[in-house]
């Protein structure tokens, strides 16, 4: 158990490092013709914000990719990921665009170890929150992978296809 607080403890430090982020985006802009696959990473990860109750998100910098999930950040054109800040919930998704097919696979696989991670943290600290990482997801759509933890995963799903 005390693995497991200091492992909270030490996540919630290193959000804070990441610096402020807003939980909602005021900006409900796109348009329905917007095809899904047109929006940018930030894009989809911003009408998620708008869509989806979540706790105080912070959005992750490039700096800390390799810290959350192992990934360079010259191995991505673009991505959005937001997480808890407080790390109090599981909650966080996010939209990586990878360099190439190679790339995408291995960040899939990285995003999955992050999502058990979460799991073995999460099962004891809050056990109450864990239907989230149930029906968490990760979707790649050719060189584009996306994922959620959150209350409304289906949703999550539709938005960032």
């Known amino acids: 158990m005390k ?3 200091l492992s909270v403890i ?3 430090l290193v959000c804070s490092l990441c610096g402020c982020g807003s939980s909602n985006s005021g900006s ?3 348009s329905s013709s ?3 696959s047109t929006l940018s990473a930030k894009e989809k ?5 708008g869509a989806v109750e979540f706790p105080s998100m912070v959005e992750i910098s490039a700096d800390k990719l390799d810290i959350y999930f192992g990934i360079a950040e010259d ?3 673009e991505y959005s990921v937001y997480i808890c800040g407080s790390a109090a919930m599981p909650d966080e998704f996010g939209v990586f665009v990878a360099k190439d097919a190679d790339t995408a696979a291995k960040i899939k696989t990285a995003v999955e170890k992050r999502i058990e991670a979460q799991r073995k943290t999460y099962s004891d600290y809050k056990p109450d929150e864990m239907y989230k990482i149930d029906s968490s997801f990760v979707n790649v759509n050719g ?8 209350a409304d995963n289906t949703k999550a799903a539709e938005i960032l296809k």
């Open 34 to 36: 917007v095809s899904q």
């Open 45 to 49: 990860t911003e009408k998620l914000l």
């Open 10 to 12: 030490t996540a919630a």
């Open 75 to 77: 191995e991505v054109k």
């Open 143 to 150: 060189t584009s992978v996306s994922y959620a933890i959150c």
């Open 3 to 5: 693995k497991v607080f």
């Open 28 to 30: 409900s802009s796109s």
